[in-house]
């Protein structure tokens, strides 16, 4: 956690080899054969927990049931390091936090047949949220010694953290020296010959789901912290960074989209229960971060929901993936489980609760078997659409079985650099990775225009499929946060805002097949499409794709 404030088909097929060339190469320790689920102090007590606290939420696991539903893992979090290492070079603990040490801590937490999480740091100093001034102890040039300690302690589990990780006046540097960080307690770990869960918090930073962090650590996180506060634009914020990454989660290494904000205040039950089962459906840890000794009925009722929880825990280890979004309305997404099903999230991304239609093409059925996930209603079967009442930012999660395959389209693609479309007001062309060209600086001015583009025989409303890149990726909340938008237009008609979430991190991954629909074609090759935004930049454009 960072406790401050950040002031071509070849490719495709590039991209997609890469995916699974890191996959194969998960953290062989035999650990997160599915995603840790526990309890961490962060979100509720920020760097401040003591010892009594770490007890009472010990107690609380046991006492609401939630470790026989698979939240096994008690850890420590920032504050409980002491500042200055002992005669011999050991790390210290926060005497004042932990009156009775860390060891007896992790003693307390094993008589309750709990595991037992510890927290450091790969830099000099841990993260705090008093602006870099704690100095809590961190273990960088100590790997090897304070492994050999935790492992002493009982450890079961390591949350690292990344701050300090250049000097010791750095509190934060956005380009760290992270894998030979995480590499170096792998391996000390490793010498311990114990089992320990390694969990890496190194905000997102360096596109970790790349290095690959799968062959070092067993979890890795994919962003900035979700909070405190909790918040809507911080669900969204990280949702929109997952999407270039689901393929390379998978048993002993998963993508960790940040502690679980179900219990405290900040989101409606509605937006918990949507939080709770992406997170779950994505494969992400499910790490609860609020005070269980105050937490209500309801939110217990969503973290203690049996069906959720199998997504999260189902043996293939497949997150879902991004299907569609209708921008501004809703998403989805969908990810097979091992009984041969799928499983659809539907997100409503208004702040209003109204029905939606969820078309089942957009998971490639016509028709399925559904059940509801979150109720566990049986709903029969679908066909082609279902239509459900949704709150504000609420999700609806289907179970699908026994589908039949609805016809794919095909589409007729028109690259954006074709020397017959027209580039105006800055639009200018790049070339990426010596293979592809895409236009970019489209927006704040600069339009690109399609031209010459197939409506078929009959025009009127078409699906397109659009390759872009998008790298415009932030650990803070914006407008957009982790995407871009496009306005599109057709034949001069009205523009319709396409919100493009993130391609990856860097400016030469593409990502392929985001669909919109757009209206006002006419028959034939005659059709424009243009591309702008008035007020900012779209992401670059490799081509469009039109379904005839």
Not at 87 to 113: C, E, M, Q, R, Y
Not at 327 to 333: A, E, S
């Amino acid at each position: 956690m960072t406790r401050k404030s950040w002031n071509a088909s070849r490719l495709v097929q590039l991209v997609v080899i890469t995916i699974f060339a890191e996959y194969c190469c998960a953290l062989n320790n035999g650990l997160a054969t599915t995603p840790a689920m526990g309890w961490n102090p962060y979100n509720a007590y920020a760097c401040d927990t003591v010892e009594s606290q770490y007890h009472f939420n010990a107690q609380a696991l046991v006492d609401l049931g939630l470790d026989s539903l698979g939240y096994e893992y008690l850890n420590l979090d920032c504050g409980w390091q002491g500042t200055a290492r002992n005669s011999s070079g050991g790390i210290t603990w926060n005497t004042a936090a932990i009156p009775n040490g860390v060891p007896a801590l992790g003693k307390f937490v094993h008589d309750l047949g709990l595991k037992f999480g510890v927290y450091s740091d790969g830099g000099y100093f841990a993260c705090d949220t008093v602006g870099g001034t704690a100095h809590f102890l961190g273990s960088l040039g100590f790997e090897m010694q304070d492994a050999a300690t935790f492992a002493s302690w009982g450890a079961d589990y390591l949350k690292y953290d990344n701050c300090y990780a250049v000097s010791t006046t750095d509190f934060v540097d956005f380009d760290p020296p992270i894998e030979p960080h995480y590499t170096t307690m792998r391996d000390a770990l490793s010498a311990t010959d114990r089992p320990i869960l390694f969990s890496a918090c190194e905000w997102g930073v360096q596109d970790p789901a790349r290095w690959p962090a799968s062959a070092v650590v067993n979890s890795w996180r994919i962003s900035n912290d979700i909070g405190p506060p909790s918040s809507w634009d911080n669900i969204f914020r990280i949702v929109n960074q997952l999407v270039p990454i689901t393929g390379f989660a998978g048993p002993g290494g998963w993508n960790d989209l940040d502690l679980l904000e179900v219990g405290n205040i900040g989101l409606t039950m509605a937006e918990q229960q949507t939080h709770f089962t992406f997170w779950a459906a994505a494969k992400s840890p499910l790490i609860i971060s609020t005070d269980l000794t105050e937490i209500s009925e309801e939110a217990v009722g969503i973290l203690t929901n049996t069906r959720v929880i199998a997504l999260n825990q189902d043996s293939l280890g497949q997150s879902i993936s991004f299907k569609r979004r209708y921008t501004n309305d809703h998403d989805v997404w969908a990810g097979s489980l091992s009984d041969g099903s799928m499983v659809a999230i539907v997100i409503e991304m208004q702040n209003s609760p109204r029905a939606i239609t969820f078309n089942l093409s957009d998971v490639g059925y016509a028709s399925a078997t559904a059940i509801n996930v979150i109720t566990g209603a049986l709903l029969g079967t679908l066909e082609n659409s279902y239509t459900s009442t949704f709150d504000a930012h609420g999700s609806l999660v289907l179970k699908l079985s026994n589908p039949v395959i609805a016809p794919q389209p095909t589409f007729t693609f028109h690259d954006a650099a074709a020397s017959g479309n027209v580039l105006a007001g800055g639009a200018s062309t790049r070339i990426v990775n010596n293979t592809i060209t895409v236009v970019g600086f489209v927006g704040n001015g600069g339009t690109l225009e399609f031209t010459g583009v197939d409506g078929g025989a009959s025009g009127g409303i078409k699906l397109l499929s659009v390759d872009y890149i998008n790298a415009d990726f932030t650990p803070t909340n914006t407008d957009c946060s982790n995407c871009r938008n496009a306005f599109m237009s057709v034949n001069g008609g009205t523009a319709v805002q396409v919100q493009m979430p993130l391609s990856g991190q860097n400016w030469d991954i593409l990502f392929h097949g985001y669909l919109v629909s757009l209206s006002g074609f006419k028959p034939g090759k005659t059709n424009i499409v243009q591309v702008s935004n008035p007020s900012a930049y779209t992401p670059d454009f490799y081509r469009l794709g039109v379904a005839v």
